[in-house]
């Protein structure tokens, strides 16, 4: 297994396509299906979606790139991988923190993932219930209010011991994957899941196209108004592209560390960014057409999932069966990326303290367990608690929201803005042109936009986030 420094007996994945199928399984997850198109709602619809696009072409997909270059080159776990790439590029290998820092934010994103991955859970059962109450036929929740349906979300937060035992359950599962190695776990779940998923979010699109509001969704979506281009919503766009696509995270170059030499990471990381660029396009597509004919608020930001859109399946022919479905399509896609977040520190403690796959797994997951059972329990017991009150952007913030905060206002834009430094002015520019798989005008395009674009649009993340009245 993974023991080896050499890299030889290295874990690997069984081929390009496993591999592809798990960074998309890491790319596509709670960030497309929950997040999107909360942030689409919230932030204007067109504006906001067509600019998250060039983000992710523009800045997205370069860092994309660099990731997993620098992991392919280091065939280690992150920090390792980045040494490696020091290393032969004569540079210090101290620009390992980059990685490091990557290391400490996926397991803090894995902390409070894991407790929306519960929620997910939670109305998976719920959805199962009511198939029993509600009967298979007819409309989800026969007979309830609309204030009962709306309360669903708020009665699990109010109930601390359910939250974290949901979130246990999530855990474990991730764990289980994780536990078993690359080939033979994290490539399984992606294999069985990701398609899967796909199918389903198809079918619940084209389902939702027929219910009626299809044209106004596109309308909703696509139609570019100018003035709705506001800062605020230009650095939504581009934090959006950044979870979405799992950056500055050192997920990428985990990752990247079991791809083989043959494998041209240009044409992959294209396919992986695509890919999750569409399915985060069809989960708007999927969900607005259903709130939208419901007759329901498309703004309604973290809500529409959870709260929104159970709404709509009240109205709907075979509604529970297919809340039930979207609910568990929804939890596979959080599943592949989960793994992916549990994999990153995990690959990190086996590399660096030779301790075995399924041990190093455990601590993680133990860690993450302590960490997630104190955001699940900010949401009632522990309300009062707000850890970094004294800092002025986290002021009256609990456990889940400072997490949440720390990683994508700090460590996410520093370490990619430190990963679009260290390869576009730190690596060697041989290993860089040998690892990349790009050619012509088309290399010496990425080459500035992961020296220029990247960082300078980073490092605007990273001030909005520390001075968030900078846009008054
Ligand atoms: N990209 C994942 C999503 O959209 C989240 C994630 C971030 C996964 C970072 C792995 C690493 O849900």
New binding site residues.
């Given amino acids: 297994m993974a023991l080896s420094q050499s890299g030889a007996t290295r874990d690997h994945w069984s081929s390009r396509s496993a591999f592809i199928l798990a960074a998309v399984g890491?790319?596509?997850?709670?960030?497309?299906l929950w997040r999107f198109p909360a942030e689409a709602g919230a932030n204007g619809g067109g504006a906001f979606v067509l600019f998250y696009i060039a983000c992710v072409l523009l800045i997205g997909l370069p860092i994309l790139l660099s990731e997993t270059l620098i992991g392919r080159h280091g065939q280690s776990a992150a920090p390792e991988s980045v040494r490696r790439v020091a290393s032969a590029s004569r540079a210090s290998p101290r620009w390992d923190i980059l990685a490091g820092i990557g290391v400490l934010a996926?397991f803090m994103?894995l902390s409070f993932?894991c407790v929306v991955g519960g929620w997910v859970l939670y109305y998976i059962g719920v959805f199962i219930g009511d198939i029993f109450t509600s009967g298979v036929v007819g409309g989800a929740f026969a007979n309830q209010s609309p204030e009962a349906i709306e309360a669903l979300l708020p009665n699990l937060f109010a109930n601390g011991p359910m939250m974290v035992g949901m979130n246990f359950v999530f855990l474990v599962v991730t764990l289980y994957f994780v536990a078993r190695g690359v080939s033979g776990g994290i490539e399984i779940v992606a294999n069985y899941m990701m398609p899967a998923f796909f199918i389903l979010l198809v079918a619940i699109t084209v389902y939702g196209a027929f219910g009626g509001a299809f044209g106004q969704t596109l309308d909703y979506l696509f139609t570019f108004e100018p003035e709705k281009l506001t800062g605020p919503v230009m650095l939504a766009a581009l934090g959006q592209a950044f979870?979405?696509?799992?950056l500055g995270?050192a997920?990428m170059i985990t990752y990247g560390g079991y791809v083989g030499r043959n494998v041209n990471l240009a044409g992959t990381s294209a396919i992986i960014a695509s890919a999750d660029t569409v399915v985060a396009l069809l989960a708007g597509l999927c969900l607005f057409p259903i709130v939208i004919a419901a007759g329901l608020a498309v703004g309604a930001g973290p809500g529409l999932m959870f709260q929104t859109l159970p709404h709509a399946f009240q109205e709907m022919p075979f509604g529970s069966v297919v809340g039930l479905l979207f609910f568990v399509m929804v939890g596979f896609a959080a599943l592949t990326?989960s793994v992916?977040?549990l994999e990153v520190p995990t690959a990190w403690i086996i590399d660096r303290f030779r301790i075995v796959r399924p041990l190093s797994a455990i601590i993680v997951a133990a860690g993450a367990m302590v960490l997630g059972a104190l955001a699940a329990l900010s949401f009632n017991v522990l309300s009062d608690w707000h850890p970094l009150n004294f800092i002025p952007v986290f002021e009256g913030q609990g456990f889940f929201d400072v997490l949440d905060g720390l990683t994508a206002k700090f460590l996410m834009p520093i370490g990619a803005i430190l990963t679009a430094i260290f390869v576009g002015w730190i690596a060697d520019r041989k290993l860089i042109d040998m690892e990349n798989g790009l050619g012509g005008a088309l290399h010496l395009f990425w080459l500035f936009l992961v020296r220029f674009l990247c960082p300078i649009a980073l490092v605007g993340i990273l001030v909005v986030g520390i001075f968030p009245d900078l846009f008054g």
């Fill in positions: 890491s790319a596509v997850g709670l960030g497309n996926a994103i993932y979870f979405s696509l799992s995270v997920g990326s992916a977040l």
